[in-house]
C-alpha cells in the first residue's frame, strides 16, 4: 500500500468505500443480517488503515474535525476531485 | 449536518474535451431527472417517514446523489475545459457561453434551469416512497438514452457506473416501500 500510486491507492479508497455504502444500504433494510454486517465492518476497518496512508501522503480527505493536517493547512491544496491528477 | 470529503465516488477519466456530450449529460446535473432533485427529494421527505429503515434509507440515498451531483458535475466541467468560445458558439452553446462561460450551472439539456417543481414531499410514505421508484427508473431511463449517443469509453464507463447505482435503489426502495405496508397494517395508522 505504501509504495501505490496516488491515483490507484485513491482506487482502492473508492473501491472499498463503495463497498461499504452499497452494504449500508442493504443494511438499511436488513438490519438483522449478520453477515452483511460484519462484511461491513471489516469495510470499515479497511478503509481507515487505507485513508491514514492516503492523508499521510497527499493530506486531509475531510474537512471539519475527521482529518489532521501537516504544516501548513493542506486541507486546501491541489487537486479538487473534478481535476486531474497529474 | 454533512461533512465533505475530498473525492469522487466513482473515478471519472475524461480523455477529450466533447461539448455535444456536456451540453446532453448536464441534464443529470440539474434536469427533471437529474441528480439534484433526487438529493433534493430523499432529503425532504426522510423527516416525514415512520419507520427506521426508511428514514435511515431516505439519508443515505440523499446523501449518495450528491455524491452522483459532483460526478457529473465533474464530467461537464472537464468536458468543457479546453475548449474556445468559437467552439462553443459552433456547437450551439453560444448563448449558455454568454450567460454561465464554462461554469457549471444545474439546468437540462436544453438549459431550463433546475426547479423544486421536478419533485414532490406529501408527507405520505407510501406516495412519497412510490415517486422514489419511480424517479430511480426516469434516471436509469435518461442514462440510458445518454449512453446510446456517444461511443467514448471514458463516458460510457462513469454513465454505467451511475445506472447501475438507479437500479440499487430502487431496489432498496422497494424494501421500504413493503416496510411502511407491514407497519400500516399491524396497526392503524392513519
Same mark, same amino acid.
Given at each position: 500500500?505504501?509504495?501505490?500510486?496516488?491515483? /490507484?491507492?485513491?482506487?482502492?479508497?473508492?473501491?472499498?468505500?463503495?463497498?461499504? &455504502?452499497?452494504?449500508? &444500504?442493504?443494511? /438499511?433494510?436488513?438490519?438483522?443480517?449478520?453477515?452483511?454486517?460484519?462484511?461491513?465492518?471489516?469495510?470499515?476497518?479497511?478503509?481507515?488503515?487505507?485513508?491514514?496512508?492516503?492523508?499521510?501522503?497527499?493530506?486531509?480527505?475531510?474537512?471539519?474535525?475527521?482529518?489532521?493536517?501537516?504544516?501548513?493547512?493542506?486541507?486546501?491544496? /491541489?487537486?479538487?476531485?473534478?481535476?486531474?491528477?497529474? | 449536518?454533512?461533512? +465533505?470529503?475530498?473525492?469522487?465516488?466513482?473515478?471519472?477519466?475524461?480523455?477529450?474535451?466533447?461539448?455535444?456530450?456536456?451540453? +446532453?449529460?448536464?441534464?443529470?446535473?440539474?434536469?427533471?431527472?437529474?441528480?439534484?432533485?433526487?438529493?433534493?427529494?430523499?432529503?425532504?421527505?426522510?423527516?416525514?417517514?415512520?419507520?427506521?429503515?426508511?428514514?435511515?434509507?431516505?439519508?443515505?440515498?440523499?446523501?449518495?446523489?450528491?455524491? %452522483?451531483?459532483?460526478?457529473?458535475?465533474?464530467?461537464?466541467?472537464?468536458?468543457?475545459?479546453?475548449?474556445?468560445?468559437?467552439?462553443?458558439?459552433?456547437?450551439? =452553446?453560444?448563448?449558455? +457561453?454568454?450567460?454561465?462561460?464554462?461554469?457549471? +450551472?444545474?439546468?437540462?439539456?436544453?438549459?431550463?434551469?433546475?426547479?423544486?417543481?421536478?419533485?414532490?414531499?406529501?408527507?405520505?410514505?407510501?406516495?412519497?416512497?412510490?415517486?422514489? =421508484?419511480?424517479?430511480?427508473?426516469?434516471?436509469?431511463?435518461?442514462?440510458?438514452?445518454?449512453?446510446? $449517443?456517444?461511443?467514448?469509453?471514458?463516458?460510457?464507463?462513469? $454513465?454505467?457506473?451511475?445506472?447501475?447505482?438507479?437500479?440499487? %435503489?430502487?431496489?432498496?426502495?422497494?424494501?421500504?416501500?413493503?416496510?411502511?405496508?407491514? $407497519?400500516?397494517?399491524?396497526?392503524?395508522?392513519?
Amino acid at each position: 500500500m505504501q509504495e501505490m500510486t496516488r491515483k /490507484d491507492l485513491m482506487r482502492k479508497i473508492q473501491e472499498v468505500e463503495f463497498k461499504a &455504502l452499497d452494504l449500508n &444500504l442493504y443494511l /438499511d433494510t436488513h438490519p438483522k443480517n449478520m453477515e452483511a454486517l460484519m462484511e461491513y465492518n471489516r469495510c470499515v476497518y479497511e478503509l481507515e488503515q487505507l485513508k491514514k496512508i492516503y492523508e499521510m501522503k497527499y493530506g486531509p480527505l475531510l474537512n471539519f474535525g475527521f482529518s489532521p493536517s501537516q504544516y501548513p493547512w493542506r486541507w486546501i491544496n /491541489d487537486p479538487w476531485p473534478w481535476e486531474q491528477i497529474e | 449536518m454533512w461533512i +465533505y470529503e475530498k473525492k469522487l465516488q466513482y473515478p471519472v477519466n475524461i480523455k477529450c474535451k466533447d461539448i455535444r456530450m456536456a451540453k +446532453y449529460l448536464i441534464t443529470q446535473f440539474g434536469g427533471p431527472d437529474g441528480e439534484l432533485g433526487a438529493a433534493m427529494r430523499y432529503l425532504s421527505q426522510r423527516y416525514t417517514m415512520p419507520t427506521e429503515k426508511a428514514k435511515a434509507l431516505l439519508t443515505d440515498i440523499g446523501t449518495e446523489e450528491l455524491a %452522483h451531483v459532483e460526478i457529473i458535475s465533474t464530467m461537464v466541467y472537464q468536458l468543457l475545459k479546453d475548449t474556445t468560445a468559437e467552439e462553443l458558439e459552433e456547437a450551439g =452553446l453560444g448563448s449558455q +457561453y454568454v450567460q454561465h462561460g464554462r461554469a457549471i +450551472y444545474p439546468q437540462d439539456a436544453n438549459g431550463i434551469p433546475w426547479t423544486a417543481a421536478y419533485m414532490q414531499s406529501t408527507a405520505d410514505p407510501i406516495t412519497d416512497l412510490h415517486e422514489d =421508484l419511480a424517479a430511480e427508473q426516469k434516471a436509469r431511463t435518461t442514462y440510458e438514452h445518454l449512453l446510446n $449517443l456517444t461511443d467514448d469509453p471514458g463516458i460510457k464507463d462513469a $454513465l454505467r457506473f451511475l445506472r447501475e447505482r438507479e437500479i440499487v %435503489h430502487y431496489q432498496r426502495f422497494g424494501e421500504a416501500l413493503m416496510d411502511v405496508y407491514e $407497519l400500516k397494517n399491524s396497526k392503524k395508522y392513519y
